[in-house]
């Protein structure tokens, strides 16, 4: 019989079944902990569509040879704040934590540390990067670009990857301010988590190649795929609510994560080569630190950004309007709400990891369904 309500599984115990399930992939112990945790901070802040959610995804593409468990990344360019990485193909969160890791450790000594990435995979969501420089009394910021979701103000043809902006900074509060968000209204992961809870999107989202806006979500991932549909820009279509401003920011992280290391971009970020053949997709990132303490205090810094995130929240509110947030706030309390209850595994997903337990022979996991 299929599941028919949502279980809520301990961190623990999801967090020891995702090493396992992964270390069966062929991921190495120490990398499949740094895969696991990065994917659970996804679910932590309730970014549901990048955590466990997508643990299958990463199965079926080390499957089809999209992307290789064993990621031997390597120092290709260094200077004393800067590098050039490649991941070779391997698992993207794992290189994205060494590059983070190692322009912190060039901030720290030299002040600024700036790492681009080529030859990647995804790597979760970007907030990740950032916070650990946040953890270290740095600013950090990371981008990311990828497949081709979003269309061009004025177009209709996927071209842009969701090509997230993250960025933490260092406050007096319990949390850092994180801003973590896609340059399309919405991330493709969300048009997953729709399809798989048959819920609708909302109209605005995503354009058909012949203009419409559609809300089922069934198809769309696979109308993408096939360049029939796009994921619009922050701001959505044309310029008169600010489309052509995510489309600028957008282009903008493409830069950041293929120009500074010669990697690939737009078109050439298919799984697919033009006879339809899987190849690695390459994905480009960049990574940068600042260190605080080269400006000012680390305690002035923390107490004007706290200061000012405070004041934000403390303005007039629209009228029926509970609070005022500043970003990372939500995700804080969200945090400590999973957890102390555990992680909401919904039908859907039982399925998938039902699924993939199988596919891995996984017995010696009770999750609970």
Not at 49 to 61: D, E, F, I, K, T
Not at 77 to 104: E, K, L, S, W
Not at 241 to 254: A, C, N, P, Q, R
Request: glycine residues 10%; charged residues 20%.
């Amino acid at each position: 019989m299929p599941t028919k309500t949502c279980v809520y599984v301990p961190v623990e115990t999801l967090t020891d079944f995702m090493i396992d399930a992964l270390a069966k992939m062929g991921v190495p112990q120490d990398d499949a902990r740094i895969v696991a945790e990065i994917l659970l901070a996804s679910d932590l802040c309730g970014v549901s569509s990048h955590g466990v959610a997508h643990l299958r995804m990463y199965y079926r593409r080390i499957q089809k040879g999209l992307q290789l468990p064993v990621t031997d990344w390597s120092i290709v360019r260094a200077t004393p704040t800067t590098a050039v990485i490649d991941g070779g193909n391997g698992m993207g969160m794992v290189v994205g934590f060494n590059a983070m890791r190692i322009a912190i450790e060039k901030a720290r000594e030299h002040g600024l540390g700036a790492v681009a990435v080529r030859n990647s995979s995804h790597y979760g969501i970007a907030g990740y990067y950032t916070r650990m420089a946040a953890r270290e009394g740095m600013v950090g910021m990371s981008f990311t670009n990828a497949h081709p979701s979003i269309a061009p103000t004025f177009g209709n043809e996927p071209m842009l990857g969701t090509n997230p902006i993250a960025f933490s900074a260092p406050t007096d509060e319990e949390f850092p301010f994180t801003f973590d968000a896609a340059t399309s209204i919405v991330a493709r992961g969300k048009i997953e988590v729709a399809k798989r809870s048959g819920k609708p999107i909302p109209t605005g989202w995503v354009m058909r190649e012949d203009g419409s806006l559609p809300t089922d979500a069934t198809h769309l991932i696979e109308e993408m795929t096939r360049n029939e549909a796009a994921l619009l820009p922050l701001g959505g279509s044309g310029e008169m609510m600010g489309g052509h401003k995510g489309y600028g920011l957008s282009t903008m992280v493409e830069i950041f994560s293929a120009a500074f290391q010669e990697g690939a971009f737009l078109s050439e970020l298919h799984d697919t080569d033009k006879e339809g053949n899987p190849h690695f997709l390459s994905i480009g990132h960049f990574f940068l630190a600042m260190n605080v303490e080269h400006f000012v205090p680390l305690g002035s810094f923390r107490k004007t950004a706290g200061s000012i995130v405070r004041e934000l929240r403390a303005s007039r509110k629209v009228p029926g309007e509970e609070r005022i947030y500043s970003a990372g706030e939500k995700a804080h309390a969200k945090a400590a709400r999973v957890m102390a209850e555990g992680v909401e595994i919904p039908p859907g997903l039982q399925r998938s990891l039902n699924k993939l337990r199988a596919e891995l022979n996984i017995e010696n996991h009770d999750l609970g369904f």
